[in-house]
């Protein structure tokens, strides 16, 4: 080999070596670039930091029940869970109110509900509690209870009949088309009620007449449901103080048309 050959020689494998080294830095910095536009993997679900939030909240809420600093719970922002409802139980005696906002009770969740005696204000939203339902709530009386609230609920009149349980009921409020003027008869029946709330329901002017017969009946809302002037005439006259809403405004008649909450 002649000697620039040799010298040759280490000359191309120290290229090798850096073109090598070239393309393992190459290679490192694409890598540093897709690892920066990857969104980080999470170590935990989505939602486990929330679960984890609304037990611990729900825990507060109960603990403080316990010690008799509190006697409501509400469930706002998330479905109350089957584990939950079981430990209200545990709260006979010292829950008062109890306000479900965000659903997860069915008709035999109401089961549990019902073990609560003490309960005097109910309040069940995003669920489509039926007349069975009803009956699983009062199936033992809640005697204490006196606002009872279900907007989304599918009770009829079998269902309402079933109030006949709660002597001491004096607020109401439902919903759905399938509160009819039976319905309405029904309710007409409670002595102590004198705060109703209808949403959307299917009624004739024969239910507002009804409404009229209703002796200690002094604040009426309905929404969704139009009926006749002639109706609202003869409710003012039977009932010329009841405090009227439809759809949310005060009523034209209202004798009590001052804003409030």
């Known amino acids: ?106 008709d035999e969740a109401m089961r549990l509900i019902a073990k609560v005696h003490s309960l005097n204000h109910l309040r069940i939203r995003e669920s489509e509690i039926s007349d069975q339902g009803l009956e699983n709530l009062l199936a033992d009386g809640l005697a204490e209870l006196r606002i009872l609230n279900i907007p989304q609920g599918k009770i009829t009149a079998a269902g309402i009949s079933q109030l006949a349980k709660l002597p001491e009921l004096v607020q109401l409020r439902l919903g759905g088309q399938q509160l009819d003027d039976l319905a309405v008869e029904e309710i007409t029946k409670l002595p102590a009620l004198n705060g109703l709330h209808l949403i959307g329901p299917r009624l004739t002017d024969a239910a507002i007449e009804s409404i009229a017969q209703c002796s200690s009946l002094s604040s009426f809302y309905l929404d969704d449901c139009p009926v006749s002037d002639a109706a609202w005439e003869k409710l003012f006259a039977a009932k010329p103080k009841l405090h009227v809403h439809v759809d949310q405004q005060h009523h034209d008649r209202d004798p009590h048309p001052d804003p409030h909450p």
Request: net charge negative.
């Open 1 to 106: 080999m002649s000697r620039s050959h040799r010298n040759l020689a280490p000359t191309c494998r120290e290229l090798g070596k850096y073109l090598r080294l070239l393309w393992l830095l190459l290679f490192s910095l694409c890598s540093c670039s897709r690892t920066a536009d990857t969104p980080a993997v999470p170590d935990s679900p989505p939602n486990a930091m929330d679960s984890s939030s609304h037990a611990d909240l729900w825990q507060t809420q109960v603990a403080a029940i316990r010690r008799g600093e509190a006697d409501t719970i509400l469930v706002s922002d998330h479905p109350i869970s089957h584990q939950s409802l079981a430990e209200l139980a545990s709260l006979d005696g010292k829950l008062s109110t109890l306000l479900i906002d965000a659903g997860g009770v069915n």
